[in-house]
């Protein structure tokens, strides 16, 4: 009796996955054939268990196997019609310290739909890197943020990367999409006027800039590891995956490669919690309380009462009072 338990809770949660899988990968109307096949089958296999439990079992794994087959076979793709503000992942040129990226967004945003789209080349010598900041975006819940990642130069603007789920036209994002490969994802360069503006004055998000205590060595490997990640996405397609392939992920993931020491935490999953894990790590200031901190790295009201003509780079780091220079290094206390 436990076992046919067990064997009926197994064929419905499959069927559950799958249902899930065909709504988000699947068209009408062969979505609700698919959708009628997979409900059919599933009964199929319970009635088949109640009869003989071993073939039922056997049903169940034939058909779990057909599902894997047909969710291995969807492939990631750089090409479909993507909506204007992902259209272009960044890609890069290096040559000794000389980087060129090109694709770097320098949107003029008026709202979300009303935009001016532009896409530059821009040049950079990483001998002229002088600074690294974290940004947090929250907009709904405290405990998920949108993080991204800016570089300051001394002759050139800040360029910021960002991996952001790239939709198609026309798409809207979905969290448990995003466990279904319903999104590519994508590398994008931009300017903090276009990015960064977008959250604090656009979309009225609670933002905060966050500068690294890096040095300049894991500064420089910190930017060449973002453009290796964004050639890599160029020529390989992957999808983006709401837990363990997000915006905050991927940073772990470049973070690794400067620092091997750099643990673990499950406040990188849960990433609003990512400035209380980096304060305790040290690679923030850590010499005044984090409420402090997190107070003084608040930008969107600073961005939002400065005016329009105004250098966005230079309002948004007016009235911090947290050193924008490199630090002792990455994981020191």
Known sequence: MRRGIILNLTAVLAAA?????LQYQADPPWRWLAMAAVAGVSVAIILAGRRNRKAG?????????????????????????????????????????????????????????????????????????????????????????????????????????SAEVRRERGEEFSEIGGFFKEFELVMIAADEADILRLRTNIRRENVTLLPLRLDQAQARALFLAYVAR???LDKTAEFYQTVTTNCTTVIFELARLVDKRVPMDWRILVSGYLPEYLYGLGVIRSDIPLDQVLQQAAISRRAQDAPAAADYSRVIRAESATPATAGPGFGAR
Do not use: K, M
């Open 17 to 21: 996955a799958l249902l899930t899988a």
């Open 57 to 161: 079992w056997g049903a169940l794994a034939a058909a779990g196997l057909t599902g894997c087959l047909w969710w291995t076979s969807i492939a990631p793709s750089n090409d479909r019609d993507w909506a204007p503000d992902v259209a272009h992942g960044v890609t890069a040129d290096i040559a000794g310290p000389e980087v060129v990226l090109r694709n770097v967004r320098n949107f003029e945003w008026r709202s979300e739909d009303d935009f001016t789209p532009r896409w530059e080349t821009r040049r950079y010598s990483l001998d002229r890197l002088t600074s690294v900041d974290l940004v947090s975006s929250v907009w709904a819940s405290p405990a998920i943020a949108h993080t991204l990642i800016t570089f300051g130069f001394a002759d050139n603007p800040h360029v910021v990367f």
């Open 230 to 232: 964004a050639n890599r």
